[in-house]
């Protein structure tokens, strides 16, 4: 080869990749126009790392793939309150800590202006609960702190330290809570190093804190039946008030993990009191669930339909395979606080840990499923219990909002 | 040490070197002045295969030189005049030129090739061509690249800055001297890709040496298998190896080297070596000690505009060793080499202000190595290597308090302290015993046929302690382990007479057995499970290599490999990732084919062309799979690759070498199914994330004998530049894909001169020249524009 040839060839080649190239732009806008929310999660090869996407749909109904989707940190939470949508910073290390909140513009059914707020890093913020338009709670699950926001301004105003009333450790897992009568009414879910209720302290703990001057009043503790994990912080829902003003709360106990130790349920606060009502505590996990021979042995989720009806998805510990991160073991149910029953819902396959929202739309119910050979959203009409698949996702469906 | 004082050394260090570049300057024109070189190469006339050894004598002035592994000889401070140049070497018949130097304006005549034709006597017998090593490496049926260290040891350079130049190989670093590095070749990384010196296993089951700890100096070469890799080599990687080769030292050597670095980075070495040779002793020993604050500002990849310094990373090792070889007892060596390594390491936050956690470990080793030829029995040649290791190792995370960016203070999750987030404090004083034990056999069956049979054995037993982690948990979370493989291969080669063909065919037997304990990890329950397993499986792979024209040739290569998953990965952590004894292997299908010419040592350019293409198969992937509050490996994955690369290599002129290599890998996920389901898999088809797909390096390098006058001198100027294509760090599923790696293009310059003869090296090296912003995974921000300078005495 000539040498000079040759020279040219390695000095062409290196102004080549040398050149620059614009990088592709960064588009904000997502795709997709609708009025329902979606967000599906898809995992990296390497299993620990993944990212979600968040985009409006118009209907429940066919298949969609992420194509139009605005990417989110990995399994990141979505909280919605009327027209604003707040994207929380994932769990772990790998994503940034930013609160991103997207205005949702109902004329053109698209999301439009974006604001951030930076959160402490790795602080377990996943959700917020607005008390008005210049205030809201944001607990931070391993900080153990509320952090009080203006959600307009997107700016920190206070915050609320639960260290004090942390059971063994410094952080007392503020989790999902729920306001009532001027009280916000926080569930602790004290849990240790594995993330685990303290086998010592296996209660449900409640701060309720006064939502005029943010200072707990007190907190109470279910310490009867047996019932630990009130709430989970990345799941709506399962803190909820019935049509008497009655606040129930579930609760998730050791997510069927620790064999001896299967009590899951449901604990009340009644209307007008502050104090848990002990006789209206029920421990699920000693009821067979009607259409099968299995007994819950966790709560994962909840939605309360009316008329002490509420749609759940329970663990059942007897189907949870080899590996419980990836087996679907989590069955969809109608339990019934007032006769006291649990009934399969037919035709929603059993799904994995991921894929367990459920919401409330036009007299259906709305479960997000990834089972063993069918993934997306199913469809409970809580009249007549006719099941229907009605939309198919690309990865695991794990939230819907209908706006 | 402050960072003004830091600066003013380099500064001053800086200016010495100038000092010795501007009084070179002014000495060339008095060694310009009527002073000639000549310079050549001597091969076989048939073969066309360098002489190595080959004598050119100039008798009227009694001047002469030797040629080197590449036939190549030189010839300097001639006069203007006429000579009678001898060339002549044992087997051959000698040859006299005549020769006149001077009457015009050059002052080197070079490129004199001299052929030398076999005696009869010598073409009856059986001819032992003298190959350098590297070529006999890329000659070999596999696919293989070889870096020769030769040029660059003098270098501030280290063995990543090498690797990363080279074909098909990328580097992960979290940046910083001593952050985890991991190779990837092909796409492939970690335990996938083994890491051999002098073809022992140092990645197998254990993990105290890192491909940045050997000091530059002390590599002959490094190897690249791709896709094949050699059975004798033992353990179990699949995707390709590492092999860094140790030099072998003249009979006395002493080698001293100090470096200073940007951000109070310091490297020294030293190295020594006896051979008395009456008594068939070889004595040497050596060190190095490594330190360095790591300190570079970086933009918070979570914060835009959020400057930081790292405080944190502070980062020492300290290498002892010595060796001892016995080569006049029944054994033809027998060789002892006890060594100590010392390693701190600070741990270095991005997403939050670390202070105080940290990494410690100390490794002493004894390895043992036999080497008998005609063992027993004639064509039979042992070659055998035992290692001991005695380690201790810990994590120290304890701090009550934890801080962002900001200077915000945060409580730790524990009682008992931890800043890293894992909700424990940390003191572990661990311990493992580990035994590697490599036995080959080789038998030359004849001229034409030869078989080998080799086994690597390895013993790990590990010691976990940690009491605090233990308070923090309320349970005991880790357990005594014994973990041991054995990977057997048989290797058989056939070449023809002619040399035409050669192929090698392998195959391989893995046995592996674990015994522990394991714990639920939720909750405080005191459960304990036995955990006892035993596994085997085969795999196999051929190599064939056709010679099409005596410079070019052909290769291919099938392979059918197993990895056997780590004690990592069948234990989990005891804490988050829970045990997965179940595990199956990992196995790979690949196809390799690849084209070769090759003029090194024949022709005055060296130029190498070479393109290989191949297919890889990876199956039973092992998969970090996180759930609801835990994580576990699974064998889920399934991912298709094919790759081409192209590389040449030349003297485009007699002072200015050049290379360029373009790699281009298209890995993709080709799972029909989600993971545990009939779930059409949503990214079958999509390109692997977080794994570059399009690289190119490219470089030059000037080299001028007494360029600035003088004698003895050699000055070299080289030029790296590096380009990665943006790349995703997840599955490319929309537009809007926010998280990429973003393209690179980095150049580094490297400066250095030879005084005596190559005694005294002086060099200097910018990186990243361009002050690129890089970035390693999406988040891991890597030093900007930085700078070195190194001296170096060699007593041979």
């Not at chain 1, 974006?114 to 917020?128: C, I, M, V």
């Not at chain 1, 606060?269 to 029920?282: A, H, K, L």
């Not at chain 2, 690597?456 to 982690?469: C, E, M, R, S, V």
């Amino acid at each position: 080869m000539n040498k000079k040839v040759l020279l040219a060839a390695i000095l062409a080649v290196l102004m080549l990749v040398g050149c620059k190239k614009d990088p592709i732009d960064d588009i904000d806008v997502p795709g997709g126009k609708g009025n329902i929310l979606l967000e599906t999660t898809v995992k990296n090869a390497d299993g620990i790392t993944g990212t979600s996407y968040i985009q409006l749909i118009e209907s429940i109904n066919g298949s969609v793939d992420n194509s139009n989707g605005i990417q989110v940190g990995f399994a990141s939470s979505v909280t919605v309150e009327d027209d604003e949508i707040f994207v929380f910073p994932s769990w772990g290390t790998d994503d940034n800590t930013n609160l991103v909140k997207y205005k949702y513009d109902a004329k053109k059914q698209v999301i439009g202006d974006k604001q951030e707020l930076e959160l402490p890093p790795n602080s377990g913020a996943s959700h917020l609960i607005k008390v008005n338009d210049q205030k809201a709670y944001l607990p931070c699950y391993i900080l153990g702190k509320v952090l009080v926001i203006n959600p307009t301004a997107m700016e920190k105003i206070g915050e609320i330290d639960l260290s004090s009333y942390a059971h063994g450790d410094l952080s007392a897992e503020p989790s999902y809570g729920i306001i009532r009568d001027g009280y916000y009414y926080l569930p602790l879910n004290q849990l240790d190093a594995t993330f685990m209720p303290y086998l010592d302290y296996f209660q449900s703990d409640v701060a309720i804190i006064d939502i005029n001057t943010d200072k707990v009043v007190k907190v109470i503790s279910e310490d009867v039946s047996n019932l630990a994990f009130p709430t989970r912080p990345l799941v709506k829902h399962m803190i909820f008030k019935t049509e008497q003003n009655d606040i129930y709360i579930a609760c998730s106990g050791t997510f069927g993990f620790i064999p001896t130790l299967l009590n899951n349920g449901f604990i009340c606060i009644p209307n007008g009191q502050t104090e848990f009502d002990i006789s209206r505590s029920w421990d699920i996990s000693e009821t067979t669930i009607e259409g099968t021979e299995y007994k819950p042995s966790s709560v994962f989720s909840s939605r309360y339909l009316g008329n002490g009806k509420v749609a759940a998805y329970v663990a059942i510990s007897e189907l949870m395979g080899d590996n419980p991160y990836s087996s679907k073991y989590t069955m969809a149910v109608i339990i019934d606080l007032n006769e006291k029953t649990i009934k399969a819902i037919d035709g929603i396959p059993l799904t994995d840990g991921h894929s367990i929202w459920i919401e409330e739309h036009n007299g259906l119910a709305i479960f997000t499923c990834f089972g063993d050979s069918d993934a997306g959203v199913f469809t409970y009409n809580i009249a007549t219990g006719e099941v229907q698949k009605t939309l198919s996702t690309a990865g695991n469906p794990i939230f819907v909002h209908f706006f | 040490m402050s960072l003004q004082n830091r600066n003013s050394k380099i500064l001053y260090i800086s200016s010495i070197i100038i000092y010795l570049f501007i009084s070179s300057v002014f000495s060339t024109s008095y060694a310009q002045s009527g002073l000639y070189s000549l310079t050549g190469t001597i091969l076989d006339s048939y073969t066309n295969e360098p002489l190595v050894g080959a004598t050119v004598f100039i008798k009227d002035i009694n001047l002469g030189a030797a040629a080197d592994e590449n036939g190549f000889f030189r010839l300097d401070n001639l006069k203007e005049g006429n000579y009678k140049v001898n060339f002549s070497f044992v087997g051959y018949e000698a040859k006299t030129k005549s020769i006149s130097i001077g009457n015009t304006n050059v002052t080197e005549f070079t490129d004199i090739v001299i052929k030398l034709k076999p005696t009869a006597e010598s073409l009856e017998q059986v001819t032992i061509i003298a190959k350098s090593k590297a070529r006999k490496l890329r000659e070999r049926a596999m696919p293989i690249s070889v870096i020769s260290m030769n040029s660059l040891n003098g270098t501030v350079n280290s063995v990543s800055d090498v690797l990363t130049k080279t074909v098909g190989v990328t580097l992960r670093s979290s940046g910083g001297i001593g952050g985890a590095t991991r190779v990837s070749l092909r796409g492939l990384e970690g335990k996938r890709i083994g890491f051999f010196i002098d073809e022992t296993p140092m990645n197998d089951q254990s993990d105290f040496i890192d491909i940045n700890d050997i000091p530059i100096e002390m590599i002959d070469r490094i190897e690249i298998y791709k896709g094949v890799v050699p059975a004798k080599f033992g353990g179990s990687a699949m995707g390709g190896a590492v092999n860094i080769v140790i030099k072998e030292y003249p009979d006395k050597y002493l080698d001293v080297s100090y470096g200073l670095e940007s951000f109070n980075t310091h490297k020294s070495q030293l190295v020594f070596k006896r051979n008395i040779k009456d008594k068939g002793i070889i004595l040497g020993g050596g060190g190095g000690f490594t330190y360095s604050d790591n300190d570079y500002v970086m933009e918070s990849p979570y914060t835009p505009g959020l400057m930081i310094k790292r405080e944190h990373d502070k980062y020492k090792k300290l290498l002892i060793g010595g060796n001892v070889k016995f080569t006049k007892l029944w054994f033809d060596e027998i060789e002892f080499e006890p060594s100590y390594v010392r390693t701190y390491k600070q741990i270095q936050g991005i997403i939050k202000d670390v202070r105080k956690a940290e990494t410690h470990s100390d490794a002493i080793l004894l390895a043992n190595n036999l080497k008998k030829k005609d063992f027993f029995l004639p064509g039979l040649d042992l070659d055998m290597s035992t290692t001991f290791a005695y380690t201790m190792y810990g994590l120290v995370d304890t701090a009550r308090y934890w801080y962002d960016w900001y200077g915000n203070e945060f409580s730790s999750f524990s009682i008992y302290g931890g800043e890293l987030g894992n909700r424990y404090a940390s003191d572990s004083h661990n311990k493992k015993i580990s035994f590697f034990n490599k036995l080959n056999f080789e038998y030359i069956i004849n001229a034409n046929h030869s078989l080998s049979f080799n086994t690597f054995f390895t013993l790990a037993n590990g010691y976990p302690k940690n009491d605090i982690q233990e308070l923090s948990m309320g349970k005991v979370m880790v357990f005594d382990s014994k973990m041991r493989s054995l990977v057997a291969g048989i290797t058989y080669d056939a070449r023809t007479t002619d040399d035409k063909l050669l192929n090698s065919l392998t195959l391989r037997y893995y046995l592996y057995s674990m015994d522990t304990k394991k714990t639920s990890i939720y909750g405080s329950g005191d459960k304990v499970f036995d955990v006892n397993l035993l596994k085997n499986d085969v795999g196999f792979s051929d190599a064939i290599r056709y010679r099409i024209l005596p410079d070019f040739m052909a290769k291919a290569s099938v392979a059918y490999d197993v990895r056997v998953p780590s004690e990592s990965e069948l234990l989990g952590d005891g804490y988050a990732v829970s045990a997965s004894e179940n595990l199956l292997p990992e196995r790979n299908t690949s196809v390799n084919l690849g084209l070769l010419y090759d003029l090194t040592g024949k022709h005055s350019t060296n130029l190498q062309v070479e393109l290989n293409g191949y297919y890889m198969y990876l199956q039973n992937m092992i998969r970090y799979t996180k759930g609801l509050i835990g994580a576990q490996y699974q064998n889920f994955g399934e991912m298709r690759t094919l790759g081409i690369e192209f590389e040449t290599k030349a003297d485009i002129f007699k002072f200015l070498y050049g290379y360029v290599n373009v790699t281009y890998q298209d890995l993709r996920d080709v799972r029909k199914y989600e993971d545990s389901s009939t779930v059409p898999n949503s990214t079958r088809g999509k390109r692997m994330p977080n794994i570059p797909y399009f690289l190119v390096n490219g470089g030059l390098e000037f080299h001028k004998e007494n360029l600035f006058g003088g004698r003895g001198q050699n000055t070299r100027v080289l030029a790296d530049c590096s380009f990665i294509e943006e790349y995703f760090y997840d599955f490319e599923v929309t537009a809007n894909q926010k998280r990429r790696i973003p393209r690179s293009f980095t150049v580094d310059l490297t400066f250095e001169h030879s005084f005596f003869n190559n005694t005294l090296f002086i060099s200097a090296k910018v990186r990243n020249l361009t002050n690129a912003k890089v970035l390693s995974e999406f988040n891991r921000p890597l030093p900007g524009r930085n700078f070195g300078v190194k001296i170096r005495y060699v007593l041979k």
